[in-house]
């Protein structure tokens, strides 16, 4: 099976690579983007873009950075899924999407039992506030207040509000969140879990905002979980290679971090990139932007691009799958090693980088 | 390659040198002078230059997953350094692992602790140290919050397999040492405890912090493990803590035990604002105790981040943070808090903190037992060092400092009637031998034969911030690094970690816990070569038999 195309026909590797390495030495402003890859893939590709004054960005940047800036311009608590599991005595689940977003929150948190030195003394109270959902019936404990997205940060307000002893407009579920707000006072350890792919900054903020205030008198985290292609774990790479997180430009020859001005699909849309590195090894997904701009693609074989092949494909393996890798473990959120599940020749986003700076530091290889 | 470096000032503590001599160096070992009229390779002028080991920070935040929040949390402050290409575009917060490898050794700095990570996230810690070029370093694993060891403390088991799980932990992450912060704090912040001190008991536990910093120096020592355990003790910052910091000294009862970042425990409750300088007892009980080291954590003024696993303290701390936004992160053991701080030099009690780490550094005698760090970023980045060494230096310089400093602060130090100043032997001592000692590194911190060929040439100048700022030659492993201050070679260092003897049934025994507790196997915890993608990413250093 080929493992290399340029314009859709089966070349050698090396071909690909140098025909890469071309189009990323012409181009005036390359975009590194989809970047879902693992730890050695990042550290990779980020090294790649400094080198050829690219741009970097993940294809979940903006879930992600939802997240952050409540971060960075208010201030949070999180937790782990692990802490979680062992001491929450509540559970307050937050908008939709949750068990998309971590497919293990059952088997891992939810149904696994609580340390046995706190287990005597509670019982897991599990909340949901949310739009109604058919996992419903899978937590015995659980209360629903049913929400729609859109009114999640009136309803997380109200919620605020009424912790804080301030006066709050009735909504039409009243007696609902004032119980709710009851027993989220009433937690010992409470965990709030939500996705950002599914909520928008005030909600997050809101929430946030929320679990600071419970620990006035008691104890109260978060446990935002992030959204898949490795993107937590690639915000990690990208901190301590750049100081700063995706969305950051080599342009000028040092990093600069900017979430607009250097959004990969923008820099396509506006014409402002001329060459584009896309990245995609944990599903064979193409980017979800159009343009006239040269794709060179790291993905699995199969990957469906939208209008034509792209200029230069590189077929490449499945991080933790097709080789050992260090990725981002969902339990404790820290970076740990997984060994290859079925172990195969396909090679790796860090060895296909690796395959490109060698022909973009040779001349040689440049005149092929 | 046969390496000379000719005619320098050799000040070298360690082998009892402060001598105009050369140094040889080959294979990157200093070596003795060869005989006769043997021809060096490559010869560097040192004349009128002083010629020093490389210098080794025992305690220093560069790399972890709390060392990366904190630039996530932060991107304004890299915003903030003018746009140089050819320098770190970060001067006063956390910076990139790359900057960071090269703002250390254009200083003169060889090998670097990374004093505070989380077991579970050594891996992490491994892959920031990877990236960090040019020198060697090392991390220190927390411990003294985990489940484990609180539960094993809760039921009374044995110091020895207390021990067999510090080995097993030291071994997983790749540590050089164990540390330990607010002792079961941590645990207690999640049971909902607001303050935590020595004597106070962990809920659910039923173990007091006293009990767990006492099985851990106990179990380090019995490992023979070179560094002693690494201290940091309940009440950071708060007015009257010097009565934490001598408590814990005594409790120490003849043990080896190091404390960290001392300034953040010598205040006293005294004075007009009932903040005041405790550093004078702090330092007489620590002259008198010799199994006992510290480091300073020297405060410095301008804006920082402050990036602490004392979870229980940050919390508390983040109504105070400038700019105002904050990251409280708990997991197993310690987790972190990251608050952000701008230490301003008109404010009293940050010109006290600034004033009780100078009084600790004079004060205390012995410059093989008082260790130099700001605790970076905590007290100060480590760009500053440059500019605390030449206040060591320089009782003038000081007083140049402290005439713009609100008078009321320091009239609750002691600070004005010191007129100690160091001597570059004891700037050495400090920097280079008396570091080495302390971590278990025997062929680093000196100039003798067969020691590791990492040495820092320094210009003669009178202003010695510029001085130690701006090394003339740095060279690592024997190979000329920086000169001038500027970074000539990038290369890849080591990190360095002790493996001690351990009855294997421990492996079984994580094995089982972490099934049982978390449906985990341990694995997850474990370093592996592999995963580091860089030759020799390691170096084994010998526990003590």
């Known amino acids: 099976m080929a493992d290399a195309w340029i314009d859709g026909s089966p070349v050698a590797l090396r071909a690909a690579a140098i025909e890469a390495a071309k189009l990323l030495k012409a181009s005036r402003l390359p975009v590194v983007a989809g970047l879902g890859t693992d730890v050695d893939g990042a550290r990779a590709a980020i090294g790649l873009a400094a080198q050829i004054g690219g741009v970097i960005d993940h294809m979940h940047s903006q879930a992600l950075l939802r997240d952050l800036d409540v971060a960075r311009e208010a201030g949070m608590m999180v937790t782990t899924p692990n802490e979680a599991a062992l001491r929450a005595d509540t559970l307050l689940m937050v908008g939709p999407g949750l068990e998309t977003a971590w497919p293990d929150l059952n088997a891992r948190l939810i149904k696994r039992p609580p340390a046995p030195e706190v287990a005597d003394r509670f019982r897991r109270r599990i909340f949901r506030l949310g739009p109604g959902t058919k996992t419903r019936e899978r937590y015995a404990q659980e209360a629903v207040i049913g929400r729609a997205a859109k009114d999640l940060p009136a309803a997380l307000a109200a919620l605020r509000a009424i912790l804080a002893g301030r006066p709050c407009r009735k909504l039409r579920d009243a007696t609902a969140i004032d119980r709710l707000a009851a027993e989220l006072r009433a937690a010992r350890f409470g965990v709030a879990i939500w996705s950002a792919a599914e909520l928008d900054g005030v909600a997050i903020e809101m929430l946030c905002g929320l679990v600071n205030d419970l620990n006035r008198t008691t104890r109260f985290s978060g446990l935002p979980l992030t959204p898949g292609d490795h993107a937590a774990g690639v915000l990690e790479v990208c901190g301590w290679m750049t100081g700063f997180p995706m969305r950051t430009g080599f342009c000028r020859g040092f990093p600069e971090h900017d979430p607009w001005r250097f959004q990969a699909s923008r820099l396509v849309e506006s014409g402002e990139a001329d060459c584009a590195l896309w990245i995609s090894a944990y599903r064979a997904a193409a980017p979800d932007w159009d343009g006239n701009l040269p794709i060179i693609a790291l993905t699995g074989a199969d990957a469906k691009f939208r209008r034509r092949p792209p200029r230069v494909h590189i077929a490449v393996g499945r991080p933790g799958l097709d080789h050992d890798a260090v990725e981002r473990f969902a339990p404790t959120g820290t970076l740990a090693r997984t060994q290859a599940k079925h172990a195969s020749q396909a090679i790796s986003v860090a060895q296909a980088i690796g395959q490109i700076a060698l022909a973009l530091a040779s001349d040689r290889g440049l005149s092929c | ?545």
């Open chain 2, 1 to 545: 390659m046969l390496t000379c470096i000719k005619g320098g000032r050799v000040i070298d503590p360690a082998n009892g040198r402060d001598a105009v001599a050369d140094v040889w160096m080959r294979d990157g070992r200093i070596v003795e002078a060869p005989p006769g009229d043997a021809r060096a390779d490559e010869i560097h002028d040192a004349t009128g230059n002083m010629v020093m080991a490389g210098a080794i920070d025992i305690h220093s935040h560069i790399a972890s997953d709390n060392v990366n929040r904190a630039r996530l949390l932060l991107p304004e402050l890299h915003r903030a350094s003018p746009p140089n290409p050819a320098a770190a575009p970060l001067s006063n917060a956390p910076s990139s692992t790359f900057e960071t490898g090269c703002r250390y050794a254009s200083m003169g700095f060889t090998t670097v602790v990374e004093p505070a990570v989380a077991p579970d996230a050594a891996l992490h810690a491994h892959l920031e140290l990877a990236d960090v070029p040019i020198i060697d370093k090392a991390i220190l694993a927390v411990l003294g919050n985990d489940d484990f060891l609180l539960d094993s403390l809760r039921k009374d088991e044995t110091p020895s397999l207390i021990a067999d799980y510090v080995a097993w932990t030291l071994e997983a992450s790749r540590a050089l040492g164990i540390k330990v912060i607010n002792a079961g704090g941590a645990a207690a912040f999640k049971a909902n405890a607001r303050e935590f001190s020595l004597d106070d008991v962990v809920p659910f536990y039923g173990v007091s912090s006293r009990q767990i910093v006492k099985a851990l120096q106990r179990a380090v020592d019995e490992l023979g493990v070179p560094h002693p355990l690494h201290v940091h003790c309940n009440n950071l910052g708060l007015p009257g803590n010097a009565e934490t910091a001598l408590a814990t000294i005594a409790a120490a009862e003849g043990l080896p035990l190091h404390l960290a970042h001392l300034q953040f425990y010598g205040y006293g409750k005294e004075g007009p604002r009932g903040f005041s300088s405790a550093a004078a007892r702090v330092a007489e009980a620590v002259n008198a105790a010799d199994n006992l080291s510290i480091d300073v954590g020297q405060v410095m003024f301008g804006q920082t981040v402050t990036i602490s696993s004392d979870v229980l303290r940050q919390f508390n701390a983040r109504t105070q943070a400038s700019p105002r936004k904050w990251l409280i992160f708990e997991a197993d053991a310690n987790g972190g808090g990251i608050v952000p701080y701008d230490y301003r030099p008109g404010n009293f009690h940050n010109a006290v903190q600034w004033a009780v780490g100078l009084e600790l550094f004079l004060l205390i005698t012995d410059p093989a037992r008082v260790f130099f760090t700001t605790d970076h970023p905590n007290g100060a980045p480590f760009t500053t060092y440059p500019d605390i060494l030449a206040l060591l230096m320089n009782r003038d310089l000081r007083a140049e400092w402290m005439a713009k400093l609100p008078p009321e602060a320091l009239e609750v130090t002691t600070l004005r009637s010191i007129k100690r100043e160091y001597s570059l032997t004891e700037i050495a001592t400090m920097t280079r031998a008396a570091p080495a000692k302390l971590l278990g590194l025997a062929d680093r911190g000196h100039l003798g034969p067969g020691a590791v060929a990492d040495v820092a040439v320094y210009s003669q100048a009178s202003d010695r911030a510029a001085m130690f700022r701006a090394a003339a030659l740095v060279f690592k492993d024997g190979e000329l690094v920086v000169r001038d201050g500027k970074v000539t070679r990038y290369r890849w260092g080591r990190a360095l970690w002790v493996r001690p003897e351990r009855d294997p049934g421990i492996d079984r025994r994580m094995k089982d816990y972490y099934g049982d507790r978390y449906g985990l196997t341990p694995d997850f915890m474990q370093v592996p070569d592999g995963a580091i993608q860089r030759p020799d990413p390691f170096e084994l250093v010998p526990c003590h038999s």
